[in-house]
């Protein structure tokens, strides 16, 4: 992992944070397998360099991006995210990254653009979870936002944390973070970016529609169907004795976000 | 379960060095103590109390397996291990009383309206809390004193509710993961070969058939 230098942002917590030890050896990186140690384990093998990000859809830009020079042409930030799987544990991430809005200003969208929509790397020789006798996801990885969530100055494009340049199980060279979304919205290692007028397929959703929505905001009234999402565990908090916390409506983050949803049905839309 | 047992007995048992059943038990209590002092001492990783109450989850599992192996591995390949069946199903029941504690204690801070809503709604937590239920009256009775008294038939009927526990139990593991991760499915598949197998032995054999000629 390679330093990066990053201004504080105000849109930091200034929270405990999870140590690196933590935030790197604990994962869901399902290409890489899916106990949580996997990842660390078998993310080595993803040549994360050369990467380039392939921009398209209804852009006036189309473009191909070379991850370092994203990296050099951005004003690199540090966000200090609270992170919430959709399963009930937290963390405190520092992230390095850039806003996603200042992306999608470089491409220009077309009007008729709704929706961005990612795709993951989907590599079989470098991606010992996606050679699997039982495929647990639809390879490769697709997630999605609505073009003013994505917009969001909340949301960004990490590079790194703690730092350095992100480790590979947690989605080198470069990931999407929406911290008022659980986890899994945060897609890795994306090569693609598409601007879309329909609402893009996302993994999850395909897996199990009646589980895991589009939208996949935080929310402690809505449940997942199997488990209830009120409170969590703040990974690294009192070990085995850790206490539960309350779940926070959209994590923390319903002053910046609240209004991308005014009107909106959030049992439906979940 | 045991209810043919004793009509196989004509065939020489598989010879085996007998260790006393004590030894069952220092040994399957090892994952336990492990479990607990990695814990303590911090050394299971980033989530410890998920890794302690899942681990002895597991473990609950695979000593309910072994139970249900010992029959099979004694019809098929003449291996007795029958004296050892208690002791094993014994240390089922005690990993799921360890697992249910954890869950109770350490994962919901015996948060009782949480935990009640939790019975009620999620069904993983209602499957696992009747198999942990099915699983008492098994243990308590787990002794020669309840043989005796129960008549070994009647004993032998209520002890087929382990088939309804492994079922349980492996319903538990496959509800509590997204998606289908191998490991549930594996372990879910063991369970079904196990039970499939004494359907298939019951409906091909019928008991009257095997009697012989005094």
Not at chain 1, 34 to 57: C, F, I, Q, R, Y
Not at chain 2, 57 to 69: E, K, S
Not at chain 2, 83 to 110: K, S
Request: glycine fraction near 8%; proline fraction near 7%.
């Amino acid at each position: 992992a390679a330093p990066l230098s990053a201004a504080k942002s105000p849109f930091s917590t200034d929270e405990k944070k999870t140590s690196r030890e933590d935030v790197t050896s604990y994962n869901n990186y399902y290409e890489f397998g899916t106990g949580k140690e996997d990842p660390a384990a078998n993310a080595g093998s993803l040549k994360t360099s050369p990467w380039t990000v392939k921009v398209d859809g209804m852009v006036g830009k189309k473009a191909e991006f070379a991850v370092e020079d994203l990296i050099k042409s951005s004003a690199l930030e540090e966000r200090v995210y609270r992170m919430r799987c959709v399963e009930g544990w937290s963390m405190v991430i520092p992230w390095v990254g850039f806003p996603l809005a200042d992306l999608i200003k470089r491409v220009e969208p077309l009007g008729s653009a709704k929706y961005v929509a990612f795709e993951t790397a989907y590599r079989p020789e470098e991606m010992s979870g996606v050679q699997s006798m039982f495929p647990v996801l639809d390879w490769p990885y697709v997630e999605g936002l609505r073009l003013d969530e994505a917009m969001n100055p909340l949301a960004i494009l990490a590079v790194g944390l703690y730092g350095e340049t992100l480790p590979n199980q947690n989605g080198a060279p470069i990931r999407l973070v929406v911290p008022w979304k659980y986890g899994f919205k945060g897609i890795k290692s994306i090569t693609r970016i598409s601007f879309v007028e329909k609402q893009p397929e996302t993994s999850w959703n395909r897996q199990a529609p009646s589980e895991y929505g589009f939208y996949a905001n935080v929310n402690p009234s809505v449940d997942h169907p199997r488990w209830s999402q009120a409170t969590e565990r703040r990974i690294g908090e009192g070990g085995l004795f850790v206490k539960r916390r309350p779940t926070l409506m959209f994590n923390g983050y319903a002053d910046q976000v609240a209004s991308l949803y005014t009107g909106m049905d959030l049992r439906k839309f979940y | 379960m045991a209810g043919r047992a004793s009509v196989q007995g004509e065939k020489k048992a598989f010879a085996l060095p007998q260790v006393p059943k004590i030894a069952v038990y220092l040994v399957g209590f090892i994952p336990a103590v492990w479990l607990f002092y990695a814990g303590v001492t911090d050394q299971l990783g980033a989530d410890p109390m998920r890794y302690l109450e899942q681990g002895l989850g597991l473990w609950a599992l695979r000593f309910l397996i072994a139970t249900l192996a010992i029959t099979p591995l004694r019809q098929l390949f003449n291996v007795n291990l029958l004296r050892y069946r208690r002791a094993v199903g014994l240390l089922a029941f005690y990993y799921a009383a360890l697992h249910l504690l954890t869950y109770l204690v350490l994962d919901q801070g015996l948060d009782l309206p949480a935990i009640v809503a939790d019975i009620v709604k999620r069904p993983y937590i209602t499957i696992g809390m009747a198999t942990f239920v099915i699983l008492v009256p098994l243990a308590v009775t787990s002794n020669n004193a309840a043989i005796r008294r129960m008549g070994g038939q009647a004993w032998a009927k209520l002890h087929r509710l382990v088939y309804a526990a492994a079922i349980g139990a492996a319903l538990h593991f496959l509800l509590v993961v997204k998606s289908w991760p191998p490991e549930p499915i594996i372990y879910a598949a063991i369970v079904a070969v196990l039970l499939g197998y004494r359907l298939i032995r019951s409906s091909v054999k019928k008991p009257s058939a095997r009697r012989r000629p005094a």
